[in-house]
C-alpha cells in the first residue's frame, strides 16, 4: 500500500436499474458522536433482524445517509440497513427507504474504518478528474459484508461506497 492508502482504491460508474428496498434503524447524531450511535444502530439491527420479512442477505449490511449529509455540523441521520425484496413489514421504530435507478460511482475501499474519510476525497478527486459530479438529490450509501471488520481499524477491512454521481 502506498503512504496515503490510495493504492488499494479502485472506482467503477455504474447504472442501477431497479428500484431497491432497504428496512433498519435510524442513528441521528452530531457529527462528533455519529460512530458512538451508528454502532448502536447496527448493534440493534443485529438484534432485531429476525423481525424484519425478506432480507436478500443477512451477510450484508448498508450505512445510508441523505444527500445534505456533507458539511453539515448539526445533527445528522445514518440509516443501518438491510435490503429486502419485496419490502414486507415495518417492524416498531424502523424505517424503509427506497433508492431509485440511478448512476452512481463505486469506490472499493480496503483499510480501517477510521480512515474512511480518504476515500471519499479519493472520490471527490477521481470524479473532477473524469468529469463527473456528485448528485445530491439522492442517497449515498456503503455497503458492509463478510469482507468488512466492523468496530475495529483492521487494514484488511473492506467496504464499497457508492456515491450518487452526474456528468459534468
Not at 14 to 35: H, K, P
Not at 140 to 150: C, L, N, P, V
Request: proline fraction near 5%; hydrophobic fraction near 30%; charged fraction near 25%.
Amino acid at each position: 500500500m502506498d503512504p496515503k492508502g490510495l493504492s488499494s482504491m479502485r472506482i467503477e460508474i455504474i447504472q442501477t436499474n431497479e428500484i431497491t428496498s432497504y428496512v433498519g434503524v435510524r442513528a441521528n447524531s452530531y457529527m462528533t458522536n455519529l460512530g458512538a450511535a451508528v454502532e448502536a444502530a447496527f448493534n440493534e439491527l443485529i438484534n432485531r433482524r429476525e423481525e424484519i420479512k425478506h432480507i436478500t442477505s443477512h451477510k450484508v449490511t448498508y450505512g445510508i445517509t441523505p444527500p445534505n449529509y456533507k458539511g453539515n455540523s448539526g445533527l445528522v441521520d445514518f440509516y443501518c440497513c438491510y435490503e429486502v425484496d419485496p419490502i414486507g413489514n415495518l417492524p416498531q421504530g424502523m424505517i424503509h427507504i427506497h433508492l431509485l435507478p440511478r448512476t452512481y460511482s463505486v469506490t472499493h475501499y480496503k483499510g480501517p474504518s477510521n480512515k474512511i474519510v480518504k476515500a471519499y476525497d479519493y472520490t471527490t478527486k477521481w470524479l473532477e478528474e473524469n468529469g463527473y459530479e456528485y448528485d445530491d438529490t439522492s442517497y449515498y450509501f456503503e455497503r458492509y459484508d463478510e469482507k468488512t471488520i466492523r468496530g475495529t481499524d483492521d487494514e484488511s477491512s473492506e467496504i464499497l461506497i457508492y456515491c450518487p454521481v452526474k456528468r459534468k
